[in-house]
């Protein structure tokens, strides 16, 4: 079974100041990694992915992520944080060549300080 | 349609009532996924389609749930005898033969049980 650990269900950041977002995830197979991200009273975007190849994947919005397979790790970066960040972010994983639903993390708030 | 569409954007219902919940996919998505967000819950799968089949309804909590595909497009989620357990956003996404890395997600039904 998959699973996915989110530390911190609130992070803020001072405009500006770097982003960091933790994901560590559980799975008996390569995954496939995910992030999402949530707006108030929307759905879910995607913010990028990893499948396979490069482990640093650069996704939308200045946003960055780097699969560690020795650490289990998925953590979502942005250099300098933008007021257009603060929404809900989820990191979700998937087993590829199953019926490749999400498993999700159960997301963190992340909050911009002017 | 351009995007995954929804219906009703918003629903309250007395507790005990049945409830329909739409989701119409993208056009040619053969995938066709349902998600439950809860406060604090964070997502949880509920059921699969490919087609009109679901080979994976693990996540429907309990029998009052069910889910139904039709013409390999349009999908209903029925919720029978609502609980206040059962509030939340219910997000249906689609996907092409590409699987997870190719999801799109509606925007929710939010759904309150009074």
């Known amino acids: 079974a998959q699973s996915v650990t989110q530390l911190g269900s609130h992070v803020s950041v001072s405009e500006g100041a770097l982003v960091l977002l933790r994901c560590n995830y559980s799975?008996?197979?390569?995954?496939?990694l995910f992030w999402y991200v949530q707006y108030p009273n929307q759905g879910l975007q995607l913010l990028l992915k990893?499948?396979?190849?490069?482990?640093l994947v650069k996704g939308i919005n200045g946003f960055e992520a780097e699969f560690k397979k020795s650490e289990t790790s998925f953590h979502l970066t942005k250099p300098s944080a933008h007021m257009s960040d603060a929404a809900e972010y989820f990191c979700?994983?998937?087993?590829?060549?199953?019926?490749?639903?999400?498993?999700f993390g159960t997301g963190t708030r992340l909050t911009i300080i002017p | 349609g351009a995007g995954v569409s929804q219906s009703p954007s918003n629903k309250v219902t007395e507790k005990g009532k049945d409830v329909e919940l739409r989701c119409d996919p993208i056009s040619g998505h053969t995938a066709l996924y349902w998600y439950r967000q809860s406060l604090g819950q964070g997502l949880e799968f509920l059921i699969y389609f490919q087609g009109n089949s679901a080979p994976d309804k693990s996540g429907l909590p309990s029998d009052r749930f069910s889910a139904e595909r039709t013409g390999g497009s349009v999908s209903t989620l029925t919720i029978q005898r609502t609980q206040q357990e059962d509030s939340a956003v219910y997000l249906c996404a689609s996907s092409s033969s590409q699987g997870a890395t190719g999801y799109t997600f509606g925007s929710g039904t939010r759904l309150t049980v009074v």
């Open positions: 990893y499948t396979t190849g490069a482990t």
């Open positions: 799975s008996s197979v390569p995954p496939y």
């Open positions: 979700a994983v998937s087993d590829p060549g199953g019926n490749e639903k999400l498993t």
